[in-house]
């Protein structure tokens, strides 16, 4: 098997049968791709979807059911179940262009250094796109853009996991993602793909190519203030669990650097732009906080 497709989910049942759909329209050949799909507890119809699909188009398509929630539990369950030589993570939300597993797998064959490659993601707005976005946030709604070209991404950029592809014998050297990292039920912690790509970088490259594009569908209920800043927060959250941030100075800094915030939004309340911009910070840097003193010792 060359490629299996891991699609990894959670009460999604008909978003999931759509991100199916679109793999297996794959100018790909049908012998050597299957798809995986991680049902990550879900309580909806999401067992009985993926066996129907598998009852029309047979055993290229997978169901397992990983009862410990979490997201990164979820894919590290992918990458076990895979036989593929290459597994290529689809969110349950994504749709994959036609082309997209030939690219990826073109990518791979330049450079047998080469262990991790990422895609193209554009946005499929449910609603229309909010214009108080800043833009260096748009990447929270899983947005990249990264090149025109096929090129070596280089530190810190990474790809997003909703189309994110590795070599699957870089789990035979590197430990798999986070478990104390990445979405559990209601949370929004993350970081989990970021960690990992930086211990792989230590052995292997990482490559971004424009035409192996998804499209990543943002439902309207993410397009609104309270959840971007929810999202702020959590990120502070999990950049600090990332670090392993603990003690004293870690707290004085997210604390004094909150403080500087509060004070330039309140400066800043009749500038709208450049006030949303300080209640991110706020927002961020209280998060760090929760990730120090809550989740801390979790790592």
Known sequence: MKV???????NRAKDTAEAIGSVLVQDFD???LEIVVVDNGSTDNTAETVNGLRQLHGARIRYVHEPKLGLSTARNRAIREAKGDLILFLD????????????????????PAIGCVGGKIDPLWEDEEPGWIPAEHRSVFT????????VEMTAPAIPYGANVAFRSSVFEEIEPFREDLGRVGRNLLSSEESELIARLRDKYKVYYTPYASVRHKIAKERTTRKWFLKRMFWQGVSDAVKRRDAGATAVLKHTVRMVQAIGTSLLSIFQYKRFIRQIVKVCYRNGALVGILRYGGRS
């Open 4 to 10: 299996t497709v891991a699609i990894c989910t959670h």
């Open 30 to 32: 049908k012998k050597e």
């Open 92 to 111: 349950d939300d994504a749709l994959a262009g036609s082309q997209w597993a030939r690219h990826i797998v073109d990518v791979f064959a330049r450079d």
């Open 143 to 150: 947005i990249l853009d990264y090149s025109d070209v096929v």
